[in-house]
T-cell receptor, first 114, second 110 residues
Framework: DTAVSQTPKYLVTQMGNDKSIKCEQN?????MYWYKQDSKKFLKIMFS???????INETVPNRFSPKSPDKAHLNLHINSLELGDSAVYFC?????????????FGPGTRLTVL | AQSVTQLGSHVSVSEGALVLLRCNYS??????LFWYVQYPNQGLQLLLK??????LVKGINGFEAEFKKSETSFHLTKPSAHMSDAAEYFC????????FGSGTRLQVQP
């Protein structure tokens, strides 16, 4: 009965590979997010979807492509992985897009690019 | 643009001592402010949030924060630290998504 789940939890891969991270929420929320946490623990928004529509697309390389097949799912596909992509990626969801609504975070996916 | 600054990347207190983690915000409009906690190898959990209803906000695990407009601050406090409070704490401001501060690692010494 996990609220926000992510798979996989750990991902180790070689430079140049393509990988995907999946996120699912069972809270009935309308908005989902991807955040990146770097090695210094700094957290930054990457993307946000509201009702399957992209509403936030920060200055992220176009090798990163989010996809939301439905309101409960938001996946992140990364092409041609680079060393600098190594980080922890967090999915989150909220009822509304921003403002006062609490965002609920998944456990994170630790991506290591070798 | 809205932003938050957390003063002190590391704070160490003794068990039973007061916890004070500092956060200052920059916003041209009344901000929505949050404190999240991250335990090792886990996701973020909401401690409390300010949404302009009351300036003193009480959260989970005995934490509270006071919104002070004159000081543009939203510091997090807990009267008595417990070993289980050791974690990374993030202040954040919300508009369409969360903009986080750089985090403060809290160590609790026995």
């Amino acid at each position: 009965d996990t609220a926000v789940s992510q798979t996989p939890k750990y991902l180790v891969t070689q430079m140049g590979n393509d990988k995907s991270i999946k996120c699912e929420q069972n809270l009935g929320h309308d908005t989902m997010y991807w955040y990146k946490q770097d090695s210094k623990k700094f957290l930054k928004i990457m993307f946000s979807y509201n009702n399957k529509e992209l509403i936030i697309n920060e200055t992220v390389p176009n090798r990163f492509s989010p996809k939301s097949p439905d309101k409960a799912h938001l996946n992140l596909h990364i092409n041609s992985l680079e060393l600098g992509d190594s980080a922890v990626y967090f999915c989150a969801s909220s009822q509304d897009n921003g403002g006062t609504d609490t965002q609920y975070f998944g456990p994170g996916t630790r991506l290591t690019v070798l | 643009a809205q932003s938050v600054t957390q003063l002190g990347s590391h704070v160490s207190v003794s068990e039973g001592a007061l916890v004070l983690l500092r956060c200052n915000y920059s916003s041209s409009v009344p901000p929505y402010l949050f404190w999240y906690v991250q335990y090792p190898n886990q996701g973020l959990q909401l401690l409390l949030k300010y949404t302009s209803a009351a300036t003193l906000v009480k959260g989970i695990n005995g934490f509270e924060a006071e919104f002070k407009k004159s000081e543009t601050s939203f510091h997090l406090t807990k009267p008595s630290a417990h070993m289980s409070d050791a974690a990374e704490y993030f202040c954040a401001v919300s508009r369409r998504a969360l903009t986080f501060g750089s985090g403060t690692r809290l160590q609790v010494q026995p």
